[in-house]
Structures are given as C-alpha cells and as structure tokens.
C-alpha cells in the first residue's frame, strides 16, 4: 500500500478519528487486551506523519488513562514505552510490501508488549516472588492476554486499514508521497 499525500488538515482529521477509534475500544465492553491500540498505531503510520503517529500514541494512552485510571508509574511508563516502540513497528510496517514482514511486525508488536509489561509487573509490583521463577509465573499467568491481544491485532489491523484504503481511494490520488516506496 502506498501512503498518501494527505494534507494536515486531513491527516488531523484522520488522528481524530483514529483517536475515537482507539479510545472507543478501550470503553467498550472487550475481554482483556484486546483492544485496536496496535491497530490504530499501525493504520496511522500508513497514512500520518512519523510525529503525529507519536501524538496519537501519547494522546489515546493519556486520554483513555486518565479517564479509566492510572496504575503503579513503572508499570505505566512500561506500557507507554512498549506502545511507542509498537509505534515504530508501525512505521516500518507502513515502509515494507513484503507480507511476512508485516506480518511479523505485527506479532512481534504483541510479544513485545507481553514481555516488556509482564516483566515490569513483575520488578515493580509485590506480586511476584523478585526471582526467576516469580518471573515465569507473571509470564505464564499473562498468557491469555498475549492470545487476546494477537486476536485482537489480527483482527482489528487489517480490518481497519482495509476500511480506511477504502475511503481514501474513493478520492483521487495525490500526486506525492510522504514515504519514498
């Protein structure tokens, strides 16, 4: 897919709903982890600016947070971390035409997250034993979120850029491109 020239005022437009998007799936009733951040990180870096896909990151965890509550520091910054590097993910999932990478970006933008916040639940809550072992059970016990949220990706991902390759090719094409191809 090739990404469009879009202007800012559109590509604004789009970080708006792409928000809505986003903040709407952590509302709504979902089970655990599986919501479209990854999704809307991944169909923005198709057709946003690199910083303004870097703003939606912050702006949909920000809002949504403040909104549902926060949780201990680390554990957060683990979460915004892993979402700005699942950001870049995206970024370079938007540069690529070859399908198994992007499909591997996309998978390993889940495992990625599952390890880098069970890892810090692990360290910085009292939870787990501060061993080897406390470690693997807060990996074993957060497996069903990693199978939610690799369901939620692959579902959520191409149905939304799917959605959105269809409202910008019913406009005509612009004649740049804010990525080389």
């Known amino acids: 897919m090739k990404n469009p020239s879009l202007s800012l005022t559109t ?3 789009l970080l708006l709903v792409l928000l809505m998007i986003g903040i709407g799936s952590r509302f709504l009733p979902h089970p655990p982890s599986a919501t479209a951040l990854t999704a809307v990180m991944f169909a923005s870096a198709l057709y946003l600016r690199p910083h303004l896909t870097i703003a939606l990151t912050l702006l949909l965890l920000l809002w949504s947070d403040m909104t ?3 949780y201990e520091l680390p554990v957060m910054a683990s979460v915004y971390g892993s979402f700005l590097i699942i950001a870049g993910f995206g970024m370079w999932f938007a540069r690529t035409k070859n399908i198994g990478g992007r499909v591997l970006m996309l998978a390993s ?3 990625l997250f599952f390890l880098i916040t069970n890892a810090a639940i692990w360290y910085f809550t009292p939870w787990y034993a501060k ?3 406390g470690l693997m059970l807060s990996y074993s016990l957060g497996l069903p979120f990693l ?3 690799l369901l939620a990706d692959f579902l959520y ?3 939304l850029i799917a959605a959105l390759a269809l ?3 019913s406009s005509p094409a612009p004649k740049t491109s804010l990525y080389v191809s």
């Open 68 to 70: 549902l509550g926060s």
């Open 11 to 13: 590509q604004i437009l």
């Open 131 to 133: 061993d080897i072992s």
């Open 147 to 149: 199978k939610n949220m």
């Open 109 to 111: 933008s889940s495992v």
């Open 167 to 169: 409202v910008f090719s």
């Open 157 to 159: 991902t191409p149905a």
